[in-house]
């Protein structure tokens, strides 16, 4: 379902990812830990094809269609109401927003009122619901609990469940240990653009894991 | 990519970025001021007996109109900068030409409604004839608009991720300003004079001809220009 190969890529002299290979089976959720700077963001843009890598290659099966992201950022139009941004972004895919879509993710009163009232933990909501609105088979996520109240959280945790048990990949990148491993069947470390520890995650718990990461990125 | 998806899509992404702007209304009022002061400070600077408003008011039209769309054009992608909205765009299964055409669209749509301000007002302020030739003169502001805002455009998308992009704008776009420009004046002055309709059908040429050699190279180039 999603596959990369001998990935390596660097910015002027930093090697944000440096010979990197694995794959993603559907049912499969991958979460990669890593420091800030480890070239987490960047592995999920070669994966997104968003930055093309100077080595390697990605590939995702059902190509950019397949793929729905959530990134740092909402990727939403402040001035637009939340309707309207869904609306927009399911167009460029063809398709139109599901209606039940904003009622999982407890949005339905807020859909006509432009994203810039809105509190940050709500924008993050709106920004999952776009990278849902197209159905897409691979998710693709970078810090997605960033920002989002318990009950986001939560919600964003349940979808998340039932993307994988529909056979559907994911791959989360985040710092966090705690807040990624409970969702992971697999689980990577990440230290200078590379992959230290890549394993199913066979029932780790976020503190043994968190100790293994603890010791692999030292 | 078909043409007809390529044209839905464009024309998906044009119509957000209006509405965006219509919610926001900052860009057209700030250019719209913007258009008023300078015809109000041309007009009462001018001399009607040194020069005539005639052979006056095609150049001061046509530089009314530069700074103005190349204030529109600043705004085009900073848009889609606030919220990483450009990475969705670049992440969904479109042709990236489809994000060209729509904000080649929008600014059009952005820097005609300035003209539509613009042209009563020069007629106004300059008491210059323009209803006995609007149809040729709609012709040459077209055709002028859409050259200079396709390569703006280009360059906007070009420059919006640089530090300067406000001032780097302006410095690539000039220079390629200066070919539809110089011919637009020279149409626009023939007709405000009343000239033969003939004397300007050779800029109407250059002016269609430079439109579909930019435009179709920025259709090409657009998606080179976007990638990280």
Same mark, same amino acid.
Request: hydrophobic share 55%; charged share 15%; glycine share 6%.
């Given at each position: 379902?999603?596959?990369?190969?001998?990935? @390596? =890529?660097?910015?002027?002299?930093?090697?944000?990812?440096?010979?990197?290979?694995?794959?993603?089976?559907?049912?499969?959720?991958?979460?990669?830990?890593?420091?800030?700077?480890?070239?987490?963001?960047?592995? &999920?843009?070669?994966?997104?094809?968003?930055?093309?890598?100077?080595?390697?290659?990605?590939?995702?099966?059902?190509?950019?269609?397949?793929?729905?992201?959530?990134? =740092?950022?909402?990727?939403?139009?402040?001035?637009?109401?939340?309707?309207?941004? &869904?609306?927009?972004?399911?167009? &460029?895919?063809?398709?139109?927003?599901?209606?039940?879509?904003?009622?999982?993710?407890?949005?339905?009163?807020?859909?006509? @009122?432009?994203? @810039?009232?809105?509190?940050?933990?709500?924008?993050?909501?709106?920004?999952?619901?776009?990278?849902?609105?197209?159905?897409?088979?691979?998710?693709?996520?970078?810090?997605?609990?960033?920002?989002?109240?318990?009950?986001?959280?939560?919600?964003?945790?349940?979808?998340?469940?039932? =993307?994988?048990?529909?056979?559907?990949?994911?791959?989360?990148?985040?710092?966090?240990?705690?807040?990624?491993?409970? &969702?992971?069947?697999?689980?990577?470390?990440?230290?200078?653009?590379?992959?230290?520890?890549?394993?199913? @995650?066979?029932?780790?718990?976020?503190?043994?894991?968190?100790?293994?990461?603890?010791?692999?990125?030292? | 990519?078909?043409?007809?998806?390529?044209?839905?899509?464009? /024309?998906?992404?044009?119509?957000?970025?209006?509405?965006?702007?219509?919610?926001?209304?900052?860009?057209?009022?700030?250019?719209?001021?913007?258009?008023?002061?300078?015809?109000?400070?041309?007009?009462?600077?001018?001399?009607?007996? %040194?020069?005539?408003?005639?052979?006056?008011?095609?150049?001061?039209? /046509?530089?009314?109109?530069?700074?103005?769309?190349?204030?529109?054009?600043?705004? #085009?992608?900073?848009?889609?900068?606030?919220?990483?909205?450009?990475?969705?765009?670049?992440?969904?299964?479109?042709?990236?030409?489809?994000?060209?055409?729509?904000?080649?669209?929008?600014?059009?749509?952005?820097?005609?409604?300035?003209?539509?301000?613009?042209?009563?007002?020069?007629?106004?302020?300059?008491?210059?004839?323009?209803?006995?030739?609007?149809?040729?003169?709609?012709?040459?502001? $077209?055709? $002028?608009?859409?050259?200079?805002?396709?390569?703006?455009?280009?360059?906007?998308?070009?420059?919006?991720?640089?530090?300067?992009?406000?001032?780097?704008?302006?410095?690539?776009?000039?220079?390629?300003?200066?070919?539809?420009?110089? /011919?637009?004046?020279? $149409?626009?002055?023939?007709?405000?004079?009343?000239?033969?309709?003939?004397?300007?059908?050779? /800029?109407?040429?250059?002016? %269609?001809?430079?439109?579909?050699?930019?435009?179709?190279?920025?259709?090409?180039?657009?998606? #080179?220009?976007?990638?990280?």
């Amino acid at each position: 379902m999603l596959r990369a190969e001998a990935l @390596r =890529h660097s910015f002027g002299a930093v090697r944000a990812l440096d010979d990197v290979s694995f794959s993603v089976q559907p049912g499969q959720t991958l979460a990669v830990f890593g420091p800030n700077g480890a070239g987490k963001t960047t592995l &999920l843009k070669v994966l997104a094809g968003l930055i093309q890598p100077q080595r390697g290659r990605a590939q995702v099966d059902g190509g950019r269609r397949a793929i729905g992201w959530i990134g =740092h950022q909402p990727q939403l139009y402040a001035q637009l109401t939340v309707r309207e941004n &869904l609306r927009f972004w399911a167009s &460029l895919y063809d398709v139109t927003p599901p209606g039940e879509l904003l009622a999982r993710l407890g949005l339905e009163e807020h859909a006509d @009122r432009p994203v @810039r009232a809105l509190s940050r933990g709500l924008v993050q909501r709106v920004a999952i619901a776009r990278a849902l609105t197209h159905d897409p088979t691979v998710l693709l996520l970078d810090e997605p609990f960033t920002g989002l109240d318990r009950v986001a959280a939560e919600a964003l945790s349940r979808l998340l469940g039932q =993307h994988t048990a529909a056979g559907r990949a994911t791959v989360l990148v985040t710092h966090n240990v705690e807040e990624g491993t409970g &969702l992971a069947t697999d689980v990577a470390f990440m230290r200078a653009g590379r992959f230290v520890h890549f394993a199913p @995650r066979a029932g780790r718990g976020p503190e043994q894991v968190g100790e293994e990461y603890r010791d692999a990125i030292a | 990519m078909r043409s007809p998806d390529l044209l839905r899509h464009a /024309w998906a992404v044009a119509a957000k970025d209006l509405l965006v702007e219509f919610r926001s209304r900052t860009a057209i009022l700030s250019v719209a001021v913007f258009v008023v002061l300078v015809l109000v400070v041309f007009n009462s600077a001018r001399d009607p007996t %040194a020069v005539s408003n005639v052979d006056l008011a095609p150049s001061i039209l /046509w530089v009314t109109f530069t700074f103005a769309a190349i204030l529109a054009l600043n705004r #085009a992608f900073q848009i889609e900068l606030e919220n990483q909205a450009l990475e969705g765009l670049l992440l969904a299964p479109i042709d990236r030409s489809s994000i060209y055409l729509g904000k080649l669209i929008a600014n059009l749509v952005f820097v005609a409604t300035i003209e539509l301000i613009g042209v009563p007002l020069l007629a106004l302020f300059f008491n210059v004839q323009v209803l006995p030739f609007l149809l040729p003169l709609i012709a040459v502001i $077209a055709l $002028a608009t859409v050259g200079f805002v396709a390569v703006g455009t280009l360059f906007s998308a070009m420059t919006v991720r640089t530090r300067f992009a406000e001032l780097l704008l302006p410095v690539l776009l000039l220079p390629f300003m200066i070919p539809p420009l110089s /011919w637009a004046v020279l $149409a626009t002055g023939r007709l405000l004079a009343g000239r033969p309709l003939s004397e300007t059908l050779g /800029w109407l040429n250059m002016l %269609a001809v430079y439109d579909f050699v930019f435009v179709v190279l920025a259709v090409l180039l657009f998606p #080179a220009t976007v990638n990280e």
